[in-house]
């Protein structure tokens, strides 16, 4: 009996001991990939991926450039973090605004094709946040929209500084004093950007966190909550059930970054906006599985949009049908900034 009582003894804290081992590697798999430094820290090499694969942006920017007029902003967030955005002015003075939202191991740079769609097509002011651990932003790991999100409401107020300053006359008795008209403002993400974008849509409408100069949101193919990504990917990737690596995993989560994956959940902020949200999800998606835009579809009350991107994979909507795109998003977003 000893001798049973000992070997079970051991086989336990060798199977602890290989759970919570995996669960770091998942965690560090997951939140602090080699691609942070190879791809989201190089904005170099950004700069030339996205000029290859959309040769009309090569001519704007350097045109924005010369002019000086992409320019980088920081700030610090309530963590006391260094945060970084491009921002650029519309050509003419607008209050219309959009604060776009990268994606998973993205950053500012690699969501100029959507800067391009606001800014030289809609006459758009836009604003592209590096999150955190991204880009030019402190940071050593993902934050998969949750905290993220805090960091997001934080640059719409500075857009809505930066670019509600434009031009409005008041006259009272003998005084005349410029005032500001304040933004109009779409946020708008893709992939975790899209996910992190609904994560903000919770806030805006409640509490401490009411920002008015929003009108509306869109988001391409975002996904339900970091649970349902990470055990889809678990199971993609390796064969293997949600149990019991992802508990191990997502518990590790909440002591070394202070959130876990299932709170993190765009499903559940949906379920409390009320603004307009578009949603935007390729069929042939399977790195955010399509079936997730319609659990998200339904939970958002009205009023609200949606186009299935027929052929699209994962974040290729706007690659491969950019005209429908501006075309969709332009006739949405138009609805509600003017």
Same mark, same amino acid.
Request: aromatic share 12%; proline share 5%; with cysteine.
């Given at each position: =009996?000893? &001798?049973?009582?000992?070997?079970?003894?051991?086989?336990?804290?060798?199977?602890?001991?290989?759970?919570?081992?995996?669960?770091?590697?998942?965690?560090?798999?997951?939140?602090?990939?080699?691609?942070?430094?190879?791809?989201?820290?190089?904005? *170099?090499?950004?700069?030339?991926?996205? $000029?290859?694969?959309?040769?009309?942006?090569?001519?704007?920017?350097?045109?924005?450039?010369?002019?000086?007029?992409?320019?980088?902003f920081y700030i610090k967030n309530d963590r006391g973090e260094t945060l970084h955005a491009l921002?650029?002015?519309?050509?003419?003075?607008?209050? &219309?605004?959009?604060?776009?939202?990268?994606?998973?191991?993205?950053?500012?740079?690699?969501?100029?094709?959507?800067?391009?769609?606001?800014?030289?097509?809609? &006459?758009?002011?836009?604003?592209? /946040?590096?999150?955190?651990?991204?880009?030019?932003?402190?940071?050593?790991?993902?934050? =998969?929209?949750?905290?993220?999100?805090?960091?997001?409401?934080?640059?719409?107020?500075?857009?809505?500084?930066?670019?509600?300053?434009?031009?409005?006359?008041?006259?009272?008795?003998?005084?005349?004093?410029?005032?500001?008209?304040?933004?109009?403002?779409?946020?708008?993400?893709?992939?975790?950007?899209?996910?992190?974008?609904? #994560?903000?849509?919770?806030?805006? %409408?409640?509490?401490?966190?009411? *920002?008015?100069? @929003?009108?509306? $949101?869109?988001?391409?193919?975002?996904?339900?909550?970091?649970?349902?990504?990470?055990?889809?990917?678990?199971?993609? *990737?390796?064969?293997? /059930?949600? $149990?019991?690596?992802?508990?191990?995993?997502?518990?590790?989560? %909440?002591?070394?970054?202070?959130?876990? $994956?299932?709170?993190?959940?765009?499903?559940? *902020?949906?379920?409390?906006?009320?603004?307009? #949200?578009?949603? @935007?999800?390729?069929?042939?998606?399977?790195?955010?599985?399509?079936? =997730?835009?319609? /659990?998200?579809?339904?939970?958002? /009350? %009205?009023?609200?949009?949606?186009?299935?991107?027929?052929?699209?994979?994962?974040? =290729?909507?706007? &690659?491969?049908?950019?005209?429908?795109?501006? %075309?969709?998003?332009?006739?949405?977003?138009?609805?509600?900034?003017?």
């Open positions: =009996m000893k &001798k049973i009582l000992k070997y079970s003894f051991i086989g336990l804290a060798a199977l602890c001991t290989a759970l919570l081992c995996g669960g770091y590697y998942m965690l560090g798999h997951a939140l602090n990939p080699d691609e942070l430094i190879t791809r989201s820290r190089n904005s *170099q090499a950004s700069y030339e991926y996205m $000029f290859g694969q959309y040769p009309e942006l090569k001519p704007w920017v350097d045109s924005l450039q010369t002019a000086g007029a992409l320019r980088d921002y650029v002015a519309a050509a003419e003075p607008t209050r &219309k605004t959009a604060v776009i939202v990268h994606g998973y191991t993205d950053n500012s740079i690699r969501m100029l094709n959507i800067g391009y769609l606001y800014n030289r097509q809609l &006459k758009y002011n836009i604003l592209l /946040p590096d999150l955190h651990g991204h880009g030019a932003s402190e940071g050593a790991e993902i934050q =998969m929209g949750w905290l993220d999100r805090l960091d997001v409401l934080q640059w719409t107020a500075t857009a809505d500084e930066l670019f509600g300053r434009n031009n409005e006359t008041v006259t009272a008795g003998d005084s005349t004093r410029m005032r500001s008209s304040g933004t109009e403002m779409v946020v708008h993400g893709i992939s975790m950007g899209a996910a992190t974008t609904m #994560m903000v849509s919770g806030e805006v %409408e409640h509490g401490i966190h009411q *920002q008015p100069f @929003i009108k509306c $949101f869109v988001e391409d193919c975002g996904y339900t909550s970091v649970w349902d990504e990470f055990r889809g990917e678990l199971k993609a *990737q390796y064969g293997l /059930p949600a $149990f019991p690596l992802l508990h191990v995993a997502s518990r590790l989560c %909440e002591q070394e970054y202070g959130w876990d $994956f299932r709170e993190a959940s765009a499903l559940e *902020q949906v379920r409390k906006c009320t603004l307009p #949200m578009l949603f @935007i999800h390729g069929d042939a998606d399977s790195y955010v599985p399509t079936w =997730m835009v319609y /659990p998200l579809y339904e939970a958002k /009350p %009205e009023p609200k949009e949606l186009w299935i991107v027929p052929g699209s994979a994962h974040a =290729m909507s706007y &690659k491969d049908y950019p005209q429908e795109y501006t %075309e969709h998003v332009k006739k949405f977003v138009g609805k509600y900034i003017r």
